[in-house]
């Protein structure tokens, strides 16, 4: 458990949203954590190989890859997430677009996907490794691709997410 990165991500991720969300100065308790928040920042982005936004809300159990190499900037990440390697989630960056996006619960994202601008990946929605993103997706939907398009709707992500498996061809749909 002490050589998992994500969790280490995710412990000083929680850390610092508490430190964000609570700002009690005159609690000797704070200002420890907020000493934490800071080793712990150094810690994600020199041990980890990854950062996360201290603003973004992360609800419940998320699994966030080992190998690391996460830059996360999203608003919200749901319950039952799955993120594996190499991903990168926040601002807009062409002609100064400043959305964040919004990641649904159950979302299977593979490695090496750019979700980037004001969008939401709707719940249960999987994202194929490689994909770059700029539009919101539908829940149960399965997008791929550079752009990123819809290639499968009413698809169910939960042996991928059980499994931690990458998926490369989903193959044809059969609807």
């Known amino acids: 458990m002490l050589c998992n990165r994500g969790?280490?991500?995710?412990?000083?991720?929680?850390?610092?949203?508490y430190c964000l969300v609570q700002r009690r100065a005159r609690s000797l308790r704070w200002w420890g954590l907020r000493l934490c928040q800071s080793l712990g920042?150094?810690?994600?982005?020199?041990?980890?190989?990854?950062?996360?936004?201290?603003?973004?809300e992360i609800d419940g159990a998320v699994y966030l890859a080992n190998?690391?190499?996460?830059?996360?900037?999203?608003?919200?990440?749901?319950?039952?997430?799955?993120?594996?390697?190499?991903?990168?989630?926040g601002y807009t960056v062409a002609r100064g677009g400043e959305g964040r996006p919004h990641i649904g619960k159950r979302v299977w994202i593979g490695p090496n996907c750019i979700i980037a601008g004001s969008l939401t990946v709707g719940d249960g929605a999987t994202v194929l490794?490689?994909?770059?993103?700029?539009?919101?997706?539908?829940?149960?939907?399965?997008?791929?691709?550079?752009?990123?398009?819809?290639?499968?709707t009413n698809f169910d992500n939960s042996s991928l997410r059980r499994s931690l498996a990458v998926v490369e061809d989903l193959g044809p749909d059969p609807s």
Do not use: M, Q
């Open 7 to 17: 969790l280490w991500l995710l412990t000083f991720h929680r850390i610092a949203y």
């Open 41 to 56: 920042t150094w810690f994600s982005v020199l041990l980890c190989k990854s950062a996360l936004s201290a603003d973004c």
């Open 67 to 89: 190998r690391g190499y996460i830059v996360c900037g999203a608003r919200t990440i749901g319950a039952g997430s799955l993120i594996h390697e190499r991903c990168t989630f």
């Open 129 to 152: 490794p490689g994909s770059f993103l700029t539009f919101s997706v539908p829940p149960a939907a399965v997008v791929k691709g550079n752009p990123a398009l819809i290639v499968r």
